[in-house]
C-alpha cells in the first residue's frame, strides 16, 4: 500500500506510537542509567579511576620533584665538588644522591608508559606499566 493513500488517521495514529515507543525508551534508559550510578560496579569504577588519576598526579610530582633535586641540588654540587675548594667529596656526594639520575629515568619511563595508557582509558591496564618498569625477580 503506498503512503499516499493511508488514511489520515492511520498516519496520526502512527505518529503518536513511535512518539510514545521513544519516551518509554528513554525513560527506560534513564532508569537503567539511573540504576548502574548507583551500583557496587559503579561505585568501584569511581574509586579506581580517583585512585589512578592519583597515582598519575604523584608519579607527575615525584619526577619534578627528582628533576629539581638533580638540576638544582645535584648538579651543582657535583660542579663545586671539582672546584679547588669543594664544600664536600665526590664521594659525599654519591652518597647523599646515591642513584638519584637513575630513579629519575626509571620514573620518567614509567610516567610515559602511564600517560600513553591512558590514552586508551578507561581500558587501562596498569600491570603492564609496573611490570616494565620492576626487576623480573620482584
Not at 11 to 32: A, E, M, P
Not at 60 to 82: D, G, H, N, T, W
Not at 103 to 120: C, E, P, Y
Amino acid at each position: 500500500e503506498d503512503e499516499e493513500e493511508e488514511d489520515p488517521d492511520i498516519v496520526k495514529i502512527k505518529k503518536v506510537q513511535s512518539f510514545f515507543r521513544g519516551w518509554l525508551c528513554r525513560r527506560r534508559w534513564k532508569q537503567i542509567v539511573e540504576q548502574y550510578i548507583c551500583s557496587p560496579h559503579a561505585e568501584s569504577m569511581r574509586k579506581r579511576n580517583c585512585l589512578v588519576f592519583r597515582m598519575v598526579e604523584a608519579e607527575e610530582e615525584y619526577v619534578e620533584q627528582l628533576e629539581i633535586i638533580i638540576s638544582c641540588f645535584l648538579r651543582p654540587f657535583k660542579m663545586a665538588a671539582s672546584s679547588k675548594n669543594p664544600p664536600c667529596s665526590h664521594e659525599d656526594i654519591n652518597s647523599i644522591f646515591l642513584n638519584s639520575e637513575t630513579v629519575l629515568f626509571l620514573h620518567q619511563i614509567f610516567l610515559k608508559g602511564l600517560t600513553a595508557r591512558m590514552d586508551s582509558w578507561p581500558t587501562l591496564v596498569l600491570g603492564t606499566s609496573l611490570g616494565a618498569t620492576l626487576p623480573s625477580n620482584f
